[in-house]
């Protein structure tokens, strides 16, 4: 892992919730329990798992916009745990984010060509032509007309909305952007569009991407590797390939079981299921295996001891699960 450009080492993320009139601590809320990722130079890391599972608040962590409970974040071999905001300004402009709601991630008050702007004037401090070639430049990057930058947010539609959001993104010349549900808001037919644009900008960019999704479909059009989160946990992680053609942990089976399917040949080879029951309550998980209230293959052992990533057999090809049954 040394050499990743990004990683979560064995991090947690508590909220404190409190009450009464002196604010005691009653309760913490395990956001993020235990988690350790690592992202490569160019690499789409997939995270997913329902609402709920911490997938954002991890990647919120990576971002150092939440801080860590406890454990550390690198990026580019520096522990930046710590850092002071003013020491982190350099490494903001290497690290980017791309928000799930592009409505409330554009300031309605300013056009959308200052957005795209605000970056620059933050880390480049452009002379204003060459401010405004640049924001020229990142809207033709991202398929919109230059001239569209004198716009307001609400005269845009969803997709392109986000659309300025990925060129506001793009405008410090990243080497990682962490997508936190980038299509979830949009129209289907939208949804393609974004997903190929993000492709080609990695393509040509040379980009890494933290890409956070629910859609296991849209992690798989753009994901090399695949890491499936759980009330607060990493339960399974490989290469997308083995974890979404073979997955081997009940959970993963069951997201891919409740993805629907158009072709009705594979609808009836695979079947479909909705996982039933609800994410249990992050104040107080279950013991052992935190999946085991909904898990059809849980023991009397899942229910009181916890298992570790491991790796899976000599045919896993990569893959590490949390789980006691996977082979």
Request: aromatic residues 4%; charged residues 20%.
């Amino acid at each position: 892992m040394s050499g990743a450009l990004a990683e979560l080492r064995d991090v947690s993320v508590h909220f404190p919730i409190r009450r009464g009139l002196l604010q005691r601590e009653v309760a913490r809320v395990r956001a993020v329990d235990g988690v350790s990722l690592s992202i490569e130079r160019g690499e789409v890391l997939g995270l997913v798992g329902e609402s709920g599972s911490g997938k954002s608040t991890a990647g919120r962590a990576l971002l150092r916009l939440t801080p860590p409970t406890s454990g550390t974040v690198w990026f580019d071999g520096a522990d930046v745990t710590r850092w002071s905001r003013a020491r982190l300004l350099p490494m903001r402009r290497r690290l980017q984010v791309v928000f799930q709601d592009p409505d409330a991630a554009l300031d309605p008050r300013m056009r959308v060509g200052e957005s795209v702007a605000e970056p620059l004037d933050v880390h480049l401090r452009l002379s204003w032509p060459a401010r405004e070639a640049k924001v020229a430049q990142l809207f033709e990057a991202v398929g919109l007309d230059a001239a569209l930058r004198q716009r307001w947010p609400h005269e845009f539609s969803g997709g392109q909305r986000q659309r300025v959001g990925i060129a506001r993104a793009l405008a410090t010349d990243p080497d990682l952007v962490v997508l936190d549900e980038p299509v979830s808001a949009l129209d289907v037919s939208v949804q393609a569009q974004v997903l190929n644009l993000l492709a080609d900008l990695r393509q040509q960019r040379g980009l890494a991407y933290l890409f956070i999704a629910h859609d296991l479909g849209a992690v798989a059009h753009l994901a090399d590797r695949v890491a499936v989160m759980y009330l607060g946990r990493i339960v399974e992680i490989g290469p997308a390939e083995n974890v979404l053609a073979a997955p081997r942990h009940p959970y993963t089976q069951a997201l891919l079981r409740a993805v629907p399917r158009t072709d009705p040949v594979q609808a009836k080879a695979h079947g479909f299921q909705v996982l039933e029951g609800e994410i249990p309550n992050l104040r107080s998980p279950p013991t052992g295996c935190a999946f085991h209230p909904r898990c059809p293959a849980a023991t009397p052992r899942c229910r009181v001891e916890h298992q570790a990533l491991r790796p899976c057999g000599t045919g896993s090809k990569g893959v590490a699960v949390a789980c006691w049954q996977a082979q």
